[in-house]
């Protein structure tokens, strides 16, 4: 969790960033070929394969078939990197590999296997010594060759297993939800825990230097310039949250407000997202609450907050100019996505998942700063918590009011309701339904209407189909999973349960990778040898939110604490007979 340097692999375990680990094909593999005497091998990518070991811990393993060389037939080798799970301080990750090959009885590990020659060792990618290298090649060691003293059997595993003591501590110390799933081979709670919390590990080494955020990891969505991007906070403080992972949640908090959001209330970033930026204000009330109730830390970030709560506030302001027939008047003027940037011949709209949102944030975190103002004496705290809690009603009037103008219905009846209140909107988004949806603003009409138009049932009316697999996505069948959770929550809020159990369960199985549960920011379902975008860190931490929400889900709109409301029916004993 405390490197700075991130050690990503491409999807046959190759060193995608070029840090400097070894080529396994061309040096670890082959030199080891050409020491031993036997022919250079080449490996089938077709049926290349990777997975984890040890559960939720970040070690990776993949399985590599070689292609028949004419001496050989059957080769697999397996290549294993276990991380330093405590770098002491150092910046960089130290890494410990293994390669080992075996010899199978036919194509598919068909068994009996058997292991080929002795396995290979390295640590910290070049550091390692070739078969062969000995006292009297000192003369001739290079960094390529490495150190005399060669990697060992003991170093691997000592690493294996103080990595497993280490994250098993790390876990224990963030007093997470402790749950013993049922596992019947329709719906496996095991896998499904195993996915939720591997998920929190996958967040926390995505960060570097412990808190500072990051959309991805190099060469994909590594740089800088995706830091400050609203979901990589949203997301991974409520799943934090929702996983009971407080001190990481606390910590997350902490760094967004005191390093992204500016003294203005602005965030850092190329680009502004109105639901998002208002969704952060909840999420520090949801803080205060589900700690019960720390004054001190909320406190700490009054002043930002109230700054970003008045520029959400601001922009509402610019919309009081038009009339109360006007579907704009009295909503937020911004863009949904902070993916765009605004240009002085493109106007910002209203989206309606800004006005949803603001009407969340200032309900729940006004609550928090009336109790905060009282217990502290803080009068400025108690003002602004007037503000707010007066500003939220007059948010959800204007909101329902300007939905009722724009909704269109097709000659059959069925309803499309609009994700702006301009005319000249965008035909469907499914980022911004479902930051509409994550309000809880919504009604049971609603969310079955936007549901059944964006399944396909709204053509009639405008609205073109963007579900894929009861998630929101691009449409066809091309996955995002980055921005699903709202519509997660507002299907569970309106007892859609069989809808949200097709939703949670198809971004389980499609937005992760089977193997090593990595999450691209969008990926083809029908053709899975198209690549994939980049690794997307919002994505990471959906599982650990529904599973929760399975569980135990919180409707804030009638503050009410669900238990069980979407449990499958798999998990439950049948019932005693009559």
């Given amino acids: 969790?405390?490197?700075?340097?991130?050690?990503?692999?491409?999807?046959?375990?190759?060193?995608?960033?070029?840090?400097?680990?070894?080529?396994?094909?061309?040096?670890?593999?082959?030199?080891?070929?050409?020491?031993?005497?036997?022919?250079?091998?080449?490996?089938?990518?077709?049926?290349?394969?990777?997975?984890?070991?040890?559960g939720v811990l970040p070690t990776v393993i993949f399985y590599l078939p070689m292609l028949p060389n004419g001496s050989s037939i059957h080769r697999y080798w397996t290549y294993m990197a276990v991380p330093v799970a405590d770098t002491q301080g150092s910046r960089e990750q130290g890494v410990l590999f293994r390669f080992q090959q075996l010899q199978c009885s036919g194509p598919h590990k068909?068994?009996?296997?058997?292991?080929?020659?002795?396995?290979?060792?390295?640590?910290?990618?070049?550091?390692?010594?070739?078969?062969?290298?000995?006292?009297?090649?000192?003369?001739?060691?290079?960094?390529?060759?490495?150190?005399?003293?060669?990697?060992?059997?003991?170093?691997?595993?000592?690493?294996?297993?103080?990595?497993?003591?280490?994250?098993?501590?790390?876990?224990?110390?963030?007093?997470?939800?402790?749950?013993?799933?049922?596992s019947p081979q329709s719906t496996n709670g095991t896998w499904l825990l195993m996915q939720a919390t591997h998920a929190i590990v996958r967040s926390m080494i995505t960060r570097q230097n412990t808190w500072e955020p990051r959309y991805g990891v190099c060469p994909g969505y590594g740089a800088v310039e995706f830091n400050g991007h609203h979901d990589v906070f949203t997301s991974t403080a409520t799943a934090a949250l929702e996983a009971g992972a407080m001190p990481y949640?606390?910590?997350?908090?902490?760094?967004?407000?005191?390093?992204?959001?500016?003294?203005?209330?602005?965030v850092w970033y190329r680009a502004v997202a109105v639901p998002a930026s208002a969704r952060m204000l909840t999420i520090l009330a949801l803080y205060h609450s589900y700690s019960g109730g720390d004054d001190a830390f909320v406190l700490s970030h009054f002043r930002k907050a109230h700054a970003l709560a008045s520029w959400l506030m601001a922009r509402r302001a610019t919309s009081l100019q038009f009339g109360k027939g006007d579907p704009r008047y009295g909503l937020l003027r911004g863009d949904a996505a902070p993916t765009t940037t605004s240009y002085t011949d493109s106007q910002p709209l209203h989206w309606y998942a800004s006005a949803a949102e603001a009407y969340r944030a200032f309900s729940e975190l006004g609550r928090v700063w009336a109790?905060?103002?009282?217990?502290?004496?803080?009068?400025?705290?108690?003002?602004?918590?007037?503000?707010?809690?007066?500003?939220?009603?007059?948010?959800?009037?204007?909101?329902?009011?300007?939905?009722?103008?724009?909704?269109?219905?097709?000659?059959?009846?069925?309803?499309?309701?609009?994700?702006?209140a301009e005319p000249s909107k965008p035909p469907a988004d499914f980022r911004g339904y479902a930051e509409m949806l994550y309000s809880?603003?919504?009604?049971?009409?609603?969310?079955?209407?936007?549901?059944?138009?964006?399944a396909g049932g709204g053509a009639?009316?405008?609205?073109?189909?963007?579900?894929?697999?009861?998630?929101?996505?691009?449409?066809?069948?091309?996955?995002?999973?980055?921005?699903?959770?709202?519509?997660?929550?507002?299907?569970?809020?309106?007892?859609?349960?069989?809808?949200?159990?097709?939703?949670?369960?198809?971004?389980?199985?499609?937005?992760?990778?089977?193997?090593?549960?990595?999450?691209?920011?969008?990926?083809?379902?029908?053709?899975?040898?198209?690549?994939?975008?980049?690794?997307?860190?919002?994505?990471?931490?959906?599982?650990?939110?529904?599973?929760?929400?399975?569980?135990?889900?919180?409707?804030?709109?009638?503050?009410?604490?669900?238990?069980?409301?979407?449990?499958p029916r798999q998990w439950l004993p049948p019932p005693p007979p009559p």
């Fill in 440 to 454: 809880g603003a919504l009604t049971s009409t609603h969310v079955a209407d936007i549901y059944t138009a964006a």
């Fill in 249 to 266: 949640a606390r910590g997350v908090i902490d760094y967004h407000f005191s390093h992204y959001v500016r003294d203005d209330g602005l």
């Fill in 460 to 567: 009639g009316c405008g609205t073109p189909r963007y579900l894929t697999l009861g998630s929101p996505s691009f449409g066809g069948a091309t996955m995002a999973a980055t921005t699903p959770v709202g519509f997660g929550y507002g299907l569970l809020q309106h007892d859609m349960v069989e809808r949200f159990l097709l939703h949670y369960f198809a971004i389980s199985a499609h937005a992760y990778t089977r193997g090593t549960f990595t999450t691209p920011e969008s990926a083809d379902l029908a053709d899975r040898d198209k690549p994939p975008a980049p690794y997307a860190s919002p994505a990471v931490v959906t599982a650990p939110i529904y599973l929760k929400w399975v569980l135990a889900f919180e409707d804030l709109d009638a503050m009410a604490l669900w238990l069980g409301k979407a449990v």
């Fill in 110 to 182: 068909q068994p009996p296997c058997r292991l080929v020659r002795w396995p290979l060792y390295w640590d910290s990618y070049w550091f390692s010594r070739f078969p062969g290298a000995n006292a009297s090649d000192t003369a001739k060691q290079t960094l390529r060759t490495g150190p005399i003293n060669a990697t060992s059997a003991s170093d691997f595993y000592g690493a294996l297993l103080e990595s497993r003591r280490w994250w098993a501590a790390e876990l224990a110390a963030e007093g997470m939800m402790e749950l013993s799933l049922p």
């Fill in 1 to 54: 969790r405390g490197s700075s340097v991130d050690t990503p692999f491409d999807p046959f375990g190759g060193d995608s960033n070029w840090e400097g680990w070894p080529s396994w094909e061309s040096y670890a593999i082959n030199m080891h070929n050409r020491a031993v005497g036997e022919p250079p091998q080449a490996y089938n990518a077709s049926d290349a394969a990777d997975g984890l070991v040890g």
């Fill in 371 to 420: 109790a905060v103002g009282r217990s502290s004496g803080r009068a400025d705290v108690a003002a602004h918590a007037a503000d707010l809690l007066a500003l939220a009603p007059q948010l959800n009037h204007d909101l329902h009011a300007s939905l009722n103008m724009t909704v269109n219905v097709s000659a059959s009846g069925q309803r499309c309701w609009q994700a702006v």
